[in-house]
């Protein structure tokens, strides 16, 4: 492998540095690996004490309740992106469909959602294959990072992807001009230094590569991100709701198995000792037809309450309630609803917050999806046109009555019939036929149909 110039040896220590950083105190990659355990179920249990944690560590680990899927999976579903639409007029869904089908994103894309609100960030990169068929390839934020112009805001100067394969370090750094390819000159298990790392090539890829498209084609989907921060996982404020949802379950396991049952006892007993262990005998053992005799006349027996359990279940409800908070996922996700299931109207009330969220990351995506199928189109020497990505309506659906009586309660108030129609999901052909359906009923059978671009012709006159 060659040496690396002084400007390859400041790119791949930038690369580096970026991948291994810290986000606040903590480190990046560890701070993704706390979101994906606690994703995965894998959480912190807090004891009070390590000989608590020694005890019943394992035994509770199980019966925690992972509500850290939530968040990331409601998200996820309501992002459904169902087209792409040229802002200027051109005719732009045949092309952006085949993309869309060949790279089976109807299946990637939620995939790429789901990455995204779990770890905040994450990537696609883009390039043709051997039929120059451009390919969509999505990638996790632990391997990728991008560097901003430094004006222009949202435009991305460099990127850089690491990975290992084959148990050498791999680094590809991508530039409007250049794409250049590095590879560890060693095996090693751990990330190595950027002195470690040498130009790579083989017989089909060179290791330096002209950029044709003059832009980087690495593209980050950032979950609810400020300028110029980092994007936010959806899961950063909802592991102290989790870690008191499950210190409250492991605190009423533990009480219903030692305290909650009624603890008997006798008074004026003398208790035998065992003459071989010298420890005390215990004579009386519960049970169907089991009586508990005592010989002494004045002695009695006696139950202890048992105790309460409602602190406890208090305890629990307060941690659900925060994580509704800090969600926005409305609490009969959280199976907090005491009426029964909520009626059509109250769901959408109640999932407005949510709704909310879900169209804001509909315009942050989809921004980014529309420069993603623009660079596609690009590959293929298509025009290059703006485009807008269109999705699912992630508003909570009505039932059957009560949407029609919104509908109805709008055209009272005067709303457009056809308005009113569209808003029931019937197609402009459809509605239409209503109308003409509709004329036809009011003047006959013999009311003379006609489209919109004929002159009226009365029955009867010859035209």
Known sequence: MAQLTRQQAEEVKWALDSLQGTVGTVSRSNLLQ?????????????????????????TFRANTENLCRLPVDILADLLQVTGFAALTGEDVEADTQEIWRRNRMAERAGQVHKNTGLFGD????????????????????????????????????????????????????????????YRSRNKAATAPGAGSFGLYETDSVPAEQVNPYDKVPVFRF????????????????????QDRLNKGLCDLLLASEYSAYPQRYALG????????????????????????????????????????LNGYMTMIA??????????????????????????GEALKTSSDRLTKKALDRQISYGNTWADVLRFCLQIQNKPDVEMETLWTDPTPRLSEIDSW???????QAG????????????????IEEAKAASLASQFGDGFPMRSADDEPVAEGVEA
Not at 333 to 340: E, K, P, R
């Open 34 to 58: 706390t979101y994906a355990n606690y994703y995965n179920g894998d959480h912190s249990l807090l004891f009070a004490t390590p000989k608590f944690l020694e005890t019943f560590g394992d």
């Open 122 to 181: 994450s990537y696609v990169i883009v390039w043709p294959d051997e039929e120059d068929f451009p390919v969509i390839y999505p990638n996790l934020p632990g391997n990728v990072v991008v560097r901003y112009h430094g004006e222009q805001l949202g435009y991305i100067v460099q990127a850089a992807k690491y990975w290992v394969e084959d148990g050498f370090a791999r680094l590809t750094i991508y530039t409007p001009e250049l794409i250049t390819r």
């Open 222 to 241: 950032a979950n609810n991100a400020g300028i110029g921060s980092s994007g936010e996982s959806e899961l950063r404020d909802c592991i102290a709701p």
């Open 269 to 308: 007993y003398e208790v035998k000792i065992d003459p071989v262990t010298g420890l005390k005998i215990n004579p009386f053992k519960s049970g169907p037809e089991r009586m508990w005799i005592n010989e002494n006349a004045a002695g009695t027996f006696g139950q202890l309450p048992q105790s309460d």
């Open 318 to 343: 307060d941690a659900r309630m925060a994580f509704s908070r800090v969600t926005g996922i409305p609490p009969h996700y959280l199976g907090m609803d005491t009426g029964g299931w909520p009626s």
């Open 405 to 411: 009586n919104a509908a109805l309660l709008e055209q």
């Open 415 to 430: 709303g457009l019939k056809s308005r009113t129609l569209q808003s029931r999901g019937y197609s402009a052909a459809e």
